[in-house]
């Protein structure tokens, strides 16, 4: 890893003129997906460090390096579509081809690079671009009774017909009440799914959840789909992120038309 910039005003200016901008889009499976945001981040610093890559760093009697994180995972869910922006010291002459897998293998298990590129350093922010985001999961009653895939794909029907969808959720220590419907962009069954061993089968459901004016997890938006069970969430995952502007949808960062999701991470997320 480079060492920090020079702290004066003229150099800190000449370092943030050079500066270039990474983005990095990157699988968390397997049992990865309980580590911490804040552990995360370190684990990244750590895989930056044994890549060399040239950071920039923030001023001040700290120096850290510049990296910025998308949307927050909820601990315990899967994604294949993380992403994190890291800026360089504009001294960046690195394979991008190569340093997925340069990165991935300074990673732990579970977590693998699918893609990195230059984007232009006046690109908005991740928290500011990301309006939905693509999530897969399963429901599952917790009493026990199987869960009918065509019955389900009905209230999934019903609640997209519904004008309003008010929720009870629990926010910074408190129960608050919301109508959540706008947030919910697209919702069906992808089918059925086998539960655990001596469990009841349950429900896959797949949702597209807008990210503004407010976020839904998948746990909450079962209980709008509950008729008197008591459903629970599985085997959640973020499968996309999604900008969506003047009626188009992109991704912050497309995989390669050849690349396959997460090439190592599951073999390695055991």
């Known amino acids: 890893m480079s060492a920090p910039p020079a702290t004066s005003a003229s150099a800190a200016g000449g370092a943030r003129r050079?500066?270039?901008?990474?983005?990095?889009?990157?699988?968390?499976?397997?049992?990865?997906?309980?580590?911490?945001?804040r552990d995360v981040?370190?684990?990244?610093?750590?895989?930056?460090?044994?890549?060399?890559?040239?950071?920039?760093?923030s001023q001040g009697f700290s120096p850290r390096p510049?990296?910025?994180?998308?949307?927050?995972?909820?601990?315990?869910?899967?994604?294949?579509?993380?992403?994190?922006?890291?800026?360089?010291?504009?001294?960046?002459?690195?394979?991008?081809?190569?340093?997925?897998?340069?990165?991935?293998?300074a990673l732990p298990g579970g977590v693998d690079v699918l893609v990195a590129a230059l984007v232009d350093p006046e690109t908005p922010s991740l928290q500011e671009e990301v309006t939905s985001c693509s999530w897969e999961w399963t429901a599952v009653d917790r009493d026990g009774?199987?869960?009918?895939?065509?019955?389900?794909?009905?209230?999934?029907?019903?609640?997209?017909?519904?004008?309003?969808?008010?929720?009870?959720?629990?926010?910074?220590?408190r129960e608050v009440t919301d109508d959540v419907r706008e947030v919910v962009v697209d919702l069906q069954v992808v089918g059925p799914a086998a539960g655990a061993p001596g469990e009841p089968p349950g429900v896959r459901l797949r949702a597209e959840l807008s990210c503004h004016p407010r976020s839904l997890r998948p746990s909450e938006l079962l209980s709008g789909l509950a008729r008197g069970e008591r459903l629970e969430e599985r085997d959640a995952r973020r499968l996309d992120q999604w900008i969506s502007?003047?009626?188009?949808?992109?991704?912050?960062?497309?995989?390669?038309?050849?690349?396959?999701?997460?090439?190592?991470?599951?073999?390695?997320a055991s």
Request: positive net charge; charged residues 30%; proline residues 6%.
């Open 18 to 37: 050079r500066a270039a901008r990474l983005r990095i889009r990157f699988a968390k499976l397997g049992k990865v997906r309980w580590t911490s945001h």
């Open 41 to 57: 981040a370190r684990m990244w610093e750590r895989a930056f460090r044994r890549a060399r890559l040239p950071l920039a760093y």
């Open 66 to 105: 510049r990296v910025s994180f998308g949307l927050a995972l909820p601990t315990g869910h899967e994604s294949l579509a993380e992403y994190l922006d890291v800026e360089l010291d504009g001294r960046c002459t690195e394979d991008l081809p190569g340093l997925a897998g340069r990165l991935s293998a």
């Open 145 to 173: 009774a199987a869960l009918d895939p065509g019955e389900m794909g009905e209230r999934c029907s019903e609640l997209l017909a519904g004008a309003s969808l008010v929720l009870a959720r629990w926010r910074k220590g």
């Open 245 to 268: 502007r003047g009626g188009a949808r992109r991704e912050p960062l497309a995989l390669p038309a050849t690349a396959t999701p997460a090439p190592h991470a599951m073999e390695r």
